[in-house]
């Protein structure tokens, strides 16, 4: 199989670069690096992974290096320099370490030897020298966190480098073109190898970067940090299959784990006693969850309810919508708690909220969210394992199913949002549930069809309409 792929790879790229045996060179736009820490300009720190003004981006061999500031991978003798923040140490260049299927930019070693090699999955997993690994969406997380981006509005900006990156000729700098140049993260514009339908492609010199992350949960899509010199943020970016090549960035440590609880070997049930519905219920750790959406109508007033496409079996298929004050029963029919609530804004409701639940079951809250995934595993494989075994469609021409395992019986199955307009979102795509609220906003839990397996918490707007899973009240 192996044999075959680089057969594949071989004759793309020739037909990517032309059949051109001597491509052009990379421009030299990088001065060279000293081994001393005297020199090499980069803090040893770790608070602010800041550099000055005599940092660069050349490679480094293991010769007289200093070990504070530079990692020396004793498999080839190359050596890589180190961008520490807060708790994390990142190698702050590309990997260059050959494997029978890395491949250069242009099949070019000099584009190795300026940007590092390009990997395929699923090589790339085992790639990191012994003592780091390859980056996870949460390892990211924290890198933004700590350069104090955590919303990822110029994050791409900010760790990019100063140098290798086309301009744009327009006035701004932090928009378009070139980095900060502020940290020693030193992302340089070197491309990568992508695959279409139909082909593969050397793409993005100057223009781009692609840094692998790993995907906790194997979805069949390549998962990866998308750098352009377009943009000030970073895309979190998947491609269907993995014939793609991307450049490694690896991270110093072990990376925590989290160890699922036990699945239950079967299902539950609840009545509910206001219109005879029963719905299968399911037990992950302490809790116990429905494992259908609800379905019960819910119209006093401006807390309303509908069904997808206002359609009663829109309701028998995706589950009632709410919007947050129906949601919150806002009109306390069944809980003098919540008067009032028509929004996050106004509500004083404290402790347990029973909502539109049926009797004995309430509205989640944020902690007994995060309860559910971290039981099955974690935020970036919950939504996989959350997922109906059915029911979600195809995601790409491939034929890559949008099923998950269900492995814990909560059979979470693709829904829809009523917008503020009126009109009902993304039918089939995700599933989408109310919570209580945080802050000012109502809490939503999301889970997609494809290009991800986590579940995401996002804040949702009081005038949306979503579904509802209720959780038991604990005896």
Same mark, same amino acid.
Request: hydrophobic share 35%.
């Given at each position: 199989m192996k044999k075959?792929?680089?057969?594949?790879?071989?004759? /793309?790229?020739?037909?990517? @670069?032309?059949g051109d045996s001597s491509p052009a060179s990379p421009e030299d736009t990088s001065s060279s690096v000293s081994s001393s820490a005297g020199s090499s300009g980069k803090s040893s720190g770790k608070s602010s992974g800041k550099k000055s003004s005599s940092s660069s981006a050349k490679k480094v061999s @293991?010769?007289?290096?200093?070990?504070?500031?530079?990692? @020396?991978?004793?498999?080839? %003798?190359?050596?890589?320099?180190i961008f520490k923040i807060g708790d994390m140490e990142w190698m702050a260049e590309n990997l260059n370490y050959e494997t029978e299927s890395s491949l250069c930019y242009n099949d070019s070693a000099e584009y190795c030897a300026k940007f590092g090699r390009l990997y395929f999955w699923p090589d790339v997993l085992d790639v990191c020298p012994e003592g780091w690994y390859l980056p996870r969406s949460e390892d990211y997380n924290r890198l933004l966190d700590a350069i104090e981006d955590p919303n990822n509005r110029k994050a791409g900006y900010l760790l990019k480098s100063e140098k290798s990156w086309k301009t744009t000729g327009e006035k701004e700098p932090e928009e378009k073109g070139p980095g900060a140049g502020i940290y020693s993260f030193d992302v340089l514009a070197g491309g990568y190898l992508y695959s279409s339908k139909d082909s593969l492609k050397f793409t993005g010199e100057s223009t781009s970067a692609a840094l692998w992350r790993i995907p906790v949960y194997d979805e069949g899509y390549s998962t990866y940090i998308k750098f352009s010199y377009t943009s000030a943020e970073i895309s979190w970016t998947s491609n269907s299959g993995y014939l793609s090549a991307y450049s490694v960035r690896c991270v110093k440590g072990v990376p925590d784990t989290i160890v699922p609880v036990t699945p239950a070997k079967k299902q539950g049930s609840?009545?509910?006693?206001?219109?005879?519905?029963?719905?299968?219920?399911?037990?992950?750790?302490?809790?116990?969850?429905? /494992?259908?959406?609800?379905?019960?109508?819910?119209?006093?007033?401006?807390?309303?309810?509908y069904c997808v496409n206002n359609k009663r079996d829109g309701c028998e298929k995706y589950g009632t919508l709410y919007n947050w004050s129906a949601a919150m029963d806002s009109k306390a029919l069944y809980d003098s708690n919540t008067v009032g609530c028509t929004s996050p804004r106004n509500c004083k409701a404290t402790g347990r909220i029973r909502g539109v639940c049926p009797e004995g079951w309430h509205l989640p809250d944020t902690t007994e969210f995060e309860a559910l995934i971290t039981a099955v595993g974690g935020r970036f494989s919950a939504g996989w394992k959350l997922k109906a075994s059915e029911g979600w469609d195809f995601c790409d021409y491939r034929g890559t199913s949008g099923n998950g395992t269900d492995?814990?019986?909560?059979?979470?199955?693709? %829904?829809?949002?009523?917008?503020?307009?009126?009109?009902?979102?993304?039918?089939?795509?995700?599933?989408?549930?109310? %919570?209580?609220?945080? %802050?000012?906003?109502?809490?939503a839990y999301e889970i997609r069809q494809c290009g991800s397996a986590s579940i995401a918490h996002v804040d949702g707007s009081a005038l949306s309409a979503r579904a509802v899973r209720c959780v038991k009240d604990e005896d």
């Open positions: 075959f792929l680089y057969l594949f790879v071989a004759a /793309a790229m020739f037909i990517a @670069c032309g @293991c010769d007289n290096v200093d070990a504070e500031n530079v990692f @020396c991978d004793t498999r080839d %003798g190359q050596a890589y320099r609840l009545t509910d006693e206001r219109n005879g519905r029963t719905y299968k219920t399911t037990k992950i750790g302490n809790q116990v969850w429905m /494992a259908e959406n609800l379905v019960f109508d819910y119209n006093e007033g401006d807390a309303e309810s492995e814990y019986l909560f059979s979470a199955k693709p %829904g829809s949002i009523r917008r503020e307009d009126g009109t009902f979102s993304d039918i089939g795509k995700f599933m989408a549930v109310w %919570g209580t609220m945080s %802050g000012t906003y109502g809490v």
